[in-house]
């Protein structure tokens, strides 16, 4: 009996030879097909990452899976997302997913891409849940959301099916693999302008490569000196920016943006409850470590879609934002729309 393309694929990575162009679209299609064992796609995904992912293959990858994507269209321009890897380890609250609400609050559309943990303490969809969403909106419905409100949440399993068959494998493995970076490099949405948090800062060259690859415009990489996977209070933070075909690179840090250097430990959590806590309390405009860290990356959000010409502007206006409490309302008119949204499901 022939192989198949995995099992093909696991034969070369296993004697230290490349996988020949192509290779990585025959295994994917193969993966989300269903025609892949979970022991094959865990060793498949762990020889990935002993030799090292190449742009090019990434590419593949994320080529496959937007394909593939439940889509979700919008009449809005210059729409962003903030979903970042995940994976680093810190058990900050969901950074990402509060900043999502500041740049709606700015007026910048947001199609927020995420899922429950998988290996983080809480995911965009535990927090949003808790905080009142309904998430298994159809992709009419998560466009409604966008063109109402500025933000629709788009659940990555809703949209992403087909990825089913690497969760167990995922789950078991327990270590990041090339599925961490592919989540926020395939928003259904077909955003071109992003922030993207990395969880290491060998990936994110690597991550600018392939986003040019597949026609983005502005896309911020960001990984902390800490180890985060956000823009960091406590240590200057990396930067990898892709802006018109041109990636820079280049470090931040707090000061710049009038914001003092702080210890992070109050912003760790052990569940999506206490998230939603620190997350509810900024967005309504209480001042603290969490408002500040929001601020740094809604102000990256801000800017990358187009609304200020500086990260420096952005801060501020999404400090502006926080302090007038919107944010927190447009997250409870999502809430709220998205509930309307359930009861006409029937």
């Not at 742009?55 to 919008?74: D, G, K, L």
């Not at 900050?92 to 943990?117: D, E, L, Q, W, Y």
């Not at 629709?152 to 961490?180: C, Q, S, Y």
């Amino acid at each position: 009996m022939s192989k198949t393309a995995i099992q093909d694929a696991l034969d070369l990575l296993g004697d230290g030879h490349a996988m020949p162009e192509g290779m990585v679209t025959d295994v994917m299609n193969q993966i989300m097909d269903g025609e892949a064992t979970p022991a094959q796609i865990g060793g498949w995904l762990m020889a990935m990452k002993i030799r090292g992912e190449t742009a090019p293959q990434i590419t593949e990858a994320v080529n496959v899976m937007r394909q593939r994507a439940t889509r979700v269209n919008c009449d809005c321009t210059d729409i962003i997302d903030t979903c970042g890897t995940g994976g680093d380890g810190k058990g900050v609250f969901n950074v990402s997913t509060g900043t999502a609400f500041i740049a709606a609050a700015a007026g910048c559309p947001v199609a927020k891409h995420g899922n429950r943990s998988v290996s983080s303490t809480t995911g965009s969809a535990d927090v949003l849940e808790a905080g009142g969403m309904y998430l298994d909106l159809t992709p009419q419905q998560v466009a409604r959301c966008i063109e109402t409100l500025n933000i629709g949440f788009l659940f990555a399993p809703a949209h992403h099916g087909a990825t089913r068959h690497a969760v167990l494998p995922r789950k078991e493995l327990g270590v990041r693999t090339l599925f961490n970076l592919l989540g926020p490099l395939t928003n259904p949405a077909g955003t071109k302008r992003q922030v993207i948090g990395i969880f290491s800062k060998d990936w994110m060259r690597l991550a600018a490569e392939v986003m040019h690859n597949v026609g983005s415009e502005h896309v911020l990489f960001v990984h902390s000196h800490d180890g985060m996977d956000e823009i960091s209070l406590s240590a200057p933070t990396y930067l990898c920016e892709l802006k018109n075909g041109v990636v820079t690179e280049y470090s931040v840090q707090p000061e710049d943006f009038g914001i003092a250097q702080q210890d992070m430990t109050p912003l760790v959590v052990n569940s999506a409850s206490e998230s939603l806590h620190l997350i509810r309390n900024a967005l309504s405009g209480k001042p603290g470590p969490a408002a500040d860290i929001l601020a740094l990356n809604a102000g990256a959000a801000i800017y990358v879609a187009g609304q200020v010409s500086s990260m420096v502007e952005g801060v501020k206006q999404a400090q502006n934002i926080l302090n007038s409490g919107k944010a927190w309302t447009v997250w409870q008119q999502l809430a709220e729309l998205s509930q309307q949204m359930e009861r006409q499901h029937g």
